[in-house]
């Protein structure tokens, strides 16, 4: 008789040990191929005559410049009575700035270092969203949730142009990803570790949006769950330490900015309730869009949304009841969906409490609303996939999923892809052929070096001549355009008055009249006023 064959002699747990392991490298590259794919999408998107150029990037751009120069954060563009054509870098914090002027000094173009940040932040978002949601529901999980974030059109949006959206969501999905990753009963220097790497990402955020401090609210309230059984005292006095890292960089920088001779408001403390109708209703509109992409009929696309919303609220009641037939576990699927949801009520808080106390005019579009979105798809896109793996599926139920899923892809593709175009073709915004082919842009490139500028779209002549400009008065009084008129006639300076016109920013025609500047030239998109001669 012949000896048992010891290699077939496989010892107990080993079986499963293999499968988990399958599936984490499965999902692993799942995660890698979406975060390389993002980058890459990134890239192609923002290539020439792109990224777009939001009025906002002058202070991005202008700032990285001036640092990467060595002459600190200051944007090229200054008030029309300073006696300098730069301002320190005040209304938006320094992290987005930091990074470009990093890739300014490595040799990069300007433009070119925004898209590399850009880029790379797209790649991160949906690596780190990818792992997440494979954590809690494995390779289809992460192919979820990989997918309806690189289809949803408000995504393309955001990182197509020069703007911080795409940084913060690259921390905000890195912040998710510890929250989800690390259970909350790690003790020891599991859990300093834990809320350390937390406490990191949250005040890198801050530094790149003020509305990242809501990262740091998401750090309170989950160091106060965290310790339920403790009396209530001692939960909040570590939900207060808990705050106290994340917090401290931003405080430096708001101390630091604007300095003290040059006094620049950010933003006037206040309550601001008239119009809140008008921004939540286009918060509502925002999110109907997301959830019924490419309906533009108001009626229908509301209905479909609040089907939509309904469907979402069962299909997170029946993934409770899941089996564990080789499925995640409740506990994974539960910490995902407790990541999201804090997440997104802490963010959405912090965006509500600034347009109600600080600033009248945030809008809920996508770009304010993209965090939120983000965390909704990481939630919804998880749950589905947990929910379609478990045994309690019926037939009918999974055909009418795939129908609903294949045709909100398809339609959201279409969106994204007429979107595609026009940032391909254009630019966007002050990237766009108008504004590259301005002849008053034309105007001011030819003038003489040194020439004062003065002009009522500052980021135009930047971005297209690289020379700063002041901003003219807004709304002046006879008094203050008597003095603006006797300034640009002493310096020999010249104005260039787009017909375009800004929130604030002098009439064309008519109170830069009362200036005493006569029309040295007429355009077909403005003219150029200055002292008569």
């Known amino acids: 008789m012949g000896h048992p064959r010891r290699s077939r002699l496989v010892k107990p747990g080993t079986r499963g040990n293999t499968t988990g392991m399958l599936r984490h490298r499965l999902v692993l590259l799942i995660a890698l191929l979406a975060g390389l794919a993002a980058g890459w999408g990134v890239i192609e998107l923002t290539e020439p005559p792109g990224p777009g150029l939001d009025p906002d990037a002058v202070s991005y751009l202008g700032a990285g410049v001036s640092m990467a120069s060595g002459h600190g954060l200051r944007i090229p563009s200054g008030t029309w009575d300073s006696p300098d054509t730069t301002a320190a870098l005040a209304h938006f914090p320094p992290g987005f700035s930091t990074a ?13 270092a925004a898209r590399f940040v850009e880029a790379s932040a797209a790649a991160i978002t949906l690596f780190a969203l990818a792992l997440a949601a494979g954590a809690a529901a494995g390779p289809l999980g992460a192919l979820t949730v990989a997918g309806i974030i690189g289809f949803t059109p408000a995504m393309l949006v955001v990182h197509a142009s020069v703007l911080s959206e795409p940084l ?6 890195l912040f998710v990803l510890v929250l989800v990753r690390v259970p909350n009963e790690g003790r020891g220097a599991t859990r300093v570790r834990r809320l350390l790497a937390l406490s990191v990402i949250a005040a890198t955020a801050s530094l790149v949006r003020y509305a990242g401090l809501a990262l740091v609210g998401a750090i309170v309230l989950d160091t106060w769950l965290a310790h339920r059984e403790t009396p209530i005292v001692a939960r909040a006095r570590r939900a207060l330490l808990a705050a106290v890292l994340p917090v401290l960089p931003f405080l430096l920088w708001v101390l630091s900015r604007p300095t003290k001779t040059e006094k620049v408001a950010v933003r006037h403390t ?16 925002t999110l109907a869009h997301w959830l019924v992409p490419g309906v533009e009929r108001d009626l229908v696309r509301t209905v479909a949304a609040i089907a939509g919303l309904v469907a979402i609220a069962l299909l997170f009641r029946a ?5 564990s037939n080789g499925t995640p576990t409740p506990t994974a699927l539960g910490r995902v969906q407790r990541a999201s949801a804090l997440v997104a009520v802490c963010y959405l808080g912090m965006v509500l409490l600034s347009r109600l106390a600080a600033d009248p005019w945030i809008p ?6 993209s965090p939120a979105l983000v965390m909704g798809a990481l939630a919804i896109g998880t749950t589905l996939a947990a929910w379609w793996q478990s045994g309690r599926t019926l037939t009918w139920r999974r055909h009418l999923t795939v129908v609903v899923t294949a045709t909100w892809i398809l339609t959201s593709y279409n969106v994204a892809h007429d979107w595609w175009n026009t940032y391909r073709d254009d630019g966007g915004d002050f990237a766009a052929r108008e504004w590259r082919l301005s002849p008053v842009v034309a105007y001011a490139a030819a003038l003489p070096a040194g020439t004062p500028l003065y002009t009522n779209w500052p980021a135009a002549i930047w971005f297209h001549t ?4 002041r901003m003219m008065p807004a709304g ?9 008129g006797a300034k640009v006639a002493r310096e020999h300076a010249v104005v260039l008055l787009f017909t375009t016109e800004g929130s604030d920013v002098i009439k ?7 200036s005493g500047l006569t029309t040295l030239a007429t355009f077909s998109d403005g003219a150029v006023w200055g002292a008569p001669h």
């Open 364 to 369: 809920l579009d996508d770009r304010l609303l």
């Open 476 to 484: 002046p009084d006879a008094r203050t355009a008597l003095a603006f």
């Open 508 to 514: 064309p025609g008519t109170t830069i009249a009362r």
């Open 100 to 112: 470009i002027a990093a890739g300014i000094t490595a040799g990069a173009l300007p433009t070119n």
């Open 270 to 285: 206040g309550l601001y309730l008239t119009g809140v109708g008008g921004t939540l209703a286009e918060g509502w509109d």
């Open 168 to 173: 913060f969501l690259a921390l905000t999905a």
């Open 466 to 469: 690289g020379r700063a400009a």
């Open 319 to 323: 993934a409770r009841a899941k089996t």
